[in-house]
T-cell receptor, first 114, second 114 residues
Framework: AAGVIQSPRHLIKEKRETATLKCYPIPRHDTVYWYQQGPGQDPQFLISFYEKMQSDKGSIPDRFSAQQFSDYHSELNMSSLELGDSALYFC?????????????FGQGTRLTVV | DAKTTQPPSMDCAEGRAANLPCNHSTISGNEYVYWYRQIHSQGPQYIIHGLKNNETNEMASLIITEDRKSSTLILPHATLRDTAVYYCIVPKNRGSGNTGKLIFGQGTTLQVKP
């Protein structure tokens, strides 16, 4: 079965550079969630999209932005990167069914800022 | 999300059943209990969810108390590959402005030992 695909799997950037992370949800899933997981921490919710519109926002820095495109893939854009942005970034997708929060996660992008 | 409380760590012998408890005393009547796990640095993996009846799938069983204030995830025959952090989550149901995002709190680190 198709899963959530994230690219790239690994990314190394220098401080103050920009990075773009991509997420391809499971086919027919209409919702995408982004999470950030720092070393030794639990995943933290950043932002979500439903039907290409931002649906919720968590602790996402103003330097970050995201969008969901017409084919439902999503991109997380990160600018003015800081050392503290080094983390695993996960994308998850789900299908909106009232009351259902079963979400499936990708394998993540490991971002290292040097 | 309803607050959940889990023990920080547990050990289990390989081949034995692993019983992971979770308290969620503030759960609302129509909210589901979800279990996810995260094997080191991989994306969180959906395990099972339930409302009030006990549930079983190919991965695990979920036992929910009659008052719904606590639940237990059961891995019937734990293997070394089940070593992971297990998260019990009670998200707000999708709809009525809720996006169904998952809030990861402190989970239980299960160590399966040979």
């Amino acid at each position: 079965a198709a899963g959530v695909i994230q690219s790239p799997r690994h990314l190394i950037k220098e401080k103050r550079e920009t990075a773009t992370l991509k997420c391809y949800p499971i086919p027919r899933h209409d919702t995408v969630y982004w999470y950030q997981q720092g070393p030794g921490q639990d995943p933290q919710f950043l932002i979500s999209f439903y039907e290409k519109m931002q649906s919720d926002k968590g602790s996402i820095p103003d330097r970050f932005s995201a969008q969901q495109f017409s084919d439902y893939h999503s991109e997380l854009n990160m600018s003015s990167l800081e050392l503290g942005d080094s983390a695993l970034y996960f994308c998850a997708s789900s299908l909106r069914v009232l009351g259902n929060t079963e979400a499936f996660f990708g394998q993540g992008t490991r971002l290292t800022v040097v | 999300d309803a607050k959940t409380t889990q023990p920080p760590s547990m050990d289990c012998a390989e081949g034995r059943a692993a019983n992971l408890p979770c308290n969620h005393s503030t759960i609302s009547g129509n909210e589901y209990v979800y279990w996810y796990r995260q094997i080191h640095s991989q994306g969180p993996q959906y395990i099972i969810h339930g409302l009030k009846n006990n549930e079983t799938n190919e991965m695990a069983s979920l036992i929910i108390t009659e008052d719904r204030k606590s639940s237990t995830l059961i891995l019937p025959h734990a293997t070394l590959r089940d070593t992971a952090v297990y998260y019990c989550i009670v998200p707000k149901n999708r709809g009525s402005g809720n996006t169904g995002k998952l809030i990861f709190g402190q989970g239980t680190t299960l160590q399966v030992k040979p």
